[in-house]
């Protein structure tokens, strides 16, 4: 059901779950965003939406000849994907442990720590086939990149690229073995482009705060100025920002591989392709028809047919949903539950003992390393699926069985 608010130039059409309203915070970044002079005909809101940096997690915006780098934001082309297998709760019968260890010691986790080493075993060395991915997929792009804007590159050209190519990453970013509603097991991860898109995002965000500077733009939000189409930065930032969607597409495919074969080695049976494979972005600008630019923060295409994922939290079901292609939504769904506690309100609101008490079940760490990614800070999973019946159908609910965590 859409809840029509009236704001700024353009409406803004919001799918709100029942029991959970809009934070204040959030609404106020809609109604900033609303306000701009180069927002198309409104902006949608999905049922998972919650306070962003810069924009707010959760929105559809159209942009007339012109992007908002806020709007995409640093987590560029961070998205999910999912393969349906041949195995079966049987076949992981007693291995969930195997499986976490067997996840946990294959992929790295996190990034390089304060001793300079990751959350796996060793440090991160680059298998053949990963150096090759970047080679034949992104390398020759992103030299180009740099030969505009060096500083993408990091301080002296030392910020991560293809070293974290295959890399998990942090915060809400996962691995997880799931079964569905019979019994059969699927793969899912979340991850994106890692360190480079995040510098790219932060510095064409200084770009375009400088461009509302030099051109007084007068903005609501400092972070919501944009780049013009036409311009130099605007195709050099279209070009960066396409590029860092490839990165999380390659990211992604590439740990696939890797979870497929930790999952073989720790069980003993060898997974062959159910036919069944999603892999979608969630922070990303599509390029539509009359020079209108679509910026997903936090949403997933949902056009007629098309399938999505939509996660719960660590202890929650996960859906794989097929899309109605609603034009009132252009074509999106959330992208998960979204956060009703902030991360430090997590932490300080959640025990130990209550977040454990919700993964039982759940092969994970389940301490308080984890508190910010716990069920209870997220919305009700039921509900938010409940207020996008419009948006997207079911096509199979997942359970987490084991969850490896950022």
Same mark, same amino acid.
């Given at each position: 059901?859409?809840?029509?608010? /009236?704001?700024?130039?353009?409406?803004?059409?919001?799918?709100?779950?029942?029991?959970?309203?809009?934070?204040?915070?959030?609404?106020?970044?809609?109604?900033?965003?609303?306000?701009?002079?180069?927002?198309?005909?409104?902006?949608?809101?999905?049922?998972?939406?919650?306070?962003?940096?810069?924009?707010?997690?959760?929105?559809?915006?159209?942009?007339?000849?012109?992007?908002?780098?806020?709007?995409?934001?640093?987590?560029?082309?961070?998205?999910?994907?999912?393969?349906?297998?041949?195995?079966? %709760?049987?076949?992981?019968?007693?291995?969930?442990?195997?499986?976490?260890?067997?996840?946990?010691?294959?992929?790295?986790?996190?990034?390089?720590?304060?001793?300079?080493?990751?959350?796996?075993?060793?440090?991160?060395?680059?298998?053949?086939?990963?150096?090759?991915?970047? /080679?034949?997929?992104?390398?020759?792009?992103?030299?180009?990149?740099?030969?505009?804007?060096?500083?993408?590159?990091?301080?002296?050209?030392?910020?991560?690229?293809?070293?974290?190519?295959?890399?998990?990453?942090?915060?809400?970013?996962?691995?997880?073995?799931?079964?569905?509603?019979?019994?059969?097991?699927?793969?899912?991860?979340?991850?994106?482009?890692?360190?480079?898109?995040?510098?790219?995002?932060?510095?064409?965000?200084?770009?375009?705060? /400088?461009?509302?500077?030099?051109?007084?733009?007068?903005?609501?939000?400092?972070?919501?100025?944009?780049?013009?189409?036409?311009?130099?930065?605007?195709?050099?930032?279209?070009?960066?920002?396409?590029?860092?969607?490839?990165?999380?597409?390659?990211?992604?495919?590439?740990?696939?591989?890797?979870? %497929?074969?930790?999952?073989?080695?720790?069980?003993?049976?060898?997974?062959?392709?159910?036919?069944?494979?999603?892999?979608?972005?969630?922070? @990303?600008?599509?390029?539509?028809?009359?020079?209108? @630019?679509?910026?997903?923060?936090?949403?997933?295409?949902?056009?007629?047919?098309?399938?999505?994922?939509?996660?719960?939290?660590?202890?929650?079901?996960?859906?794989?949903?097929?899309?109605?292609?609603?034009?009132?939504?252009?074509?999106?769904?959330?992208?998960?539950?979204?956060?009703?506690?902030?991360?430090?309100?997590?932490?300080?609101?959640?025990?130990?003992?209550?977040?454990?008490?919700?993964?039982?079940?759940?092969?994970?760490?389940?301490?308080?390393?984890?508190?910010?990614?716990?069920?209870?800070?997220?919305?009700?999973?039921?509900?938010? %699926?409940?207020?996008?019946?419009?948006?997207?159908?079911?096509?199979?609910?997942?359970?987490?069985?084991?969850?490896?965590?950022?």
């Amino acid at each position: 059901m859409i809840e029509l608010i /009236e704001q700024g130039k353009v409406p803004i059409k919001l799918w709100e779950p029942e029991g959970f309203p809009t934070e204040h915070g959030a609404l106020n970044q809609l109604r900033n965003v609303a306000s701009l002079p180069i927002i198309g005909s409104h902006i949608a809101v999905m049922p998972d939406v919650h306070w962003g940096m810069g924009a707010t997690v959760g929105s559809v915006i159209p942009t007339k000849h012109a992007i908002i780098p806020a709007a995409v934001g640093v987590d560029i082309g961070c998205g999910m994907m999912a393969i349906k297998t041949n195995l079966t %709760m049987m076949d992981i019968e007693g291995k969930t442990r195997a499986i976490f260890d067997a996840l946990e010691n294959s992929i790295p986790i996190g990034g390089p720590g304060a001793k300079g080493s990751w959350h796996s075993q060793g440090w991160w060395t680059q298998p053949k086939e990963i150096i090759s991915a970047w /080679e034949r997929n992104l390398a020759h792009e992103y030299t180009c990149i740099l030969a505009q804007h060096p500083m993408i590159g990091g301080q002296k050209g030392q910020g991560y690229s293809f070293e974290q190519l295959g890399t998990l990453g942090t915060g809400n970013h996962f691995i997880e073995v799931c079964h569905d509603t019979i019994g059969i097991i699927w793969l899912m991860l979340h991850s994106g482009s890692r360190g480079v898109g995040n510098r790219i995002g932060v510095y064409f965000i200084n770009k375009a705060r /400088e461009e509302a500077l030099r051109l007084n733009r007068h903005l609501p939000d400092k972070d919501l100025g944009w780049l013009d189409n036409g311009t130099m930065l605007f195709e050099d930032y279209r070009r960066a920002v396409m590029w860092a969607q490839r990165f999380a597409r390659v990211n992604r495919d590439e740990m696939m591989f890797r979870v %497929m074969s930790a999952v073989e080695h720790a069980t003993g049976r060898k997974i062959q392709d159910a036919g069944v494979a999603v892999n979608c972005h969630h922070n @990303y600008v599509e390029e539509r028809e009359n020079g209108i @630019y679509l910026t997903r923060k936090g949403a997933v295409s949902a056009r007629e047919g098309e399938l999505g994922i939509i996660p719960g939290s660590m202890g929650a079901k996960s859906f794989i949903v097929r899309g109605k292609g609603n034009p009132e939504s252009f074509e999106s769904c959330s992208h998960g539950a979204g956060r009703r506690l902030s991360r430090g309100a997590a932490k300080r609101s959640i025990s130990v003992e209550d977040h454990a008490a919700a993964l039982v079940g759940v092969e994970c760490r389940n301490d308080a390393s984890t508190l910010d990614e716990a069920v209870g800070a997220y919305k009700d999973i039921d509900a938010v %699926m409940a207020a996008q019946s419009d948006l997207v159908e079911i096509v199979a609910t997942l359970k987490q069985v084991v969850c490896v965590k950022g």
